[in-house]
């Protein structure tokens, strides 16, 4: 099952992260966690003071290094994420206010 959007291609078993020079496959192997906060002003607010990240981008955190990064992040949309495989969707954490990532 693949499902591609503008930035990014969702296999069941990678990431592809679409780049204009070079698209980055990212093995779900290798995915240490995920992140994403959904767009409200709750959250804008609460992420914009004190934490760099931001709301409607997917956080990869990886085991190890990929093209010498070990974070990569793009903007997805929620009614985009939630059409991913399950077996990604299922390893992303959300964010909620007042409890840490």
């Known amino acids: 099952m693949e499902i591609e959007f503008k ?3 969702f296999t069941s078993n990678q990431i592809i992260i679409k780049k204009k020079k070079q698209n ?3 093995p779900l192997a290798k995915v240490d966690k995920l992140l994403y906060a959904k767009f409200s ?7 914009g003071f004190g934490d760099w990240r931001t709301t409607g981008a997917l956080y990869i955190y990886l085991n190890e ?3 010498n990064k070990n ?3 793009f903007f997805i949309k929620y009614d985009n994420l939630v059409q991913i495989p ?3 969707y299922k390893k992303i954490k959300f964010y909620v206010p ?3 990532w």
């Open 7 to 9: 930035k990014a291609i």
């Open 24 to 26: 980055i496959v990212i």
């Open 41 to 47: 002003i709750k959250n804008y607010l609460s992420l």
């Open 65 to 67: 290094k990929i093209n």
């Open 71 to 73: 974070m990569y992040c």
């Open 86 to 88: 399950e077996n990604i």
């Open 98 to 100: 007042g409890e840490p």
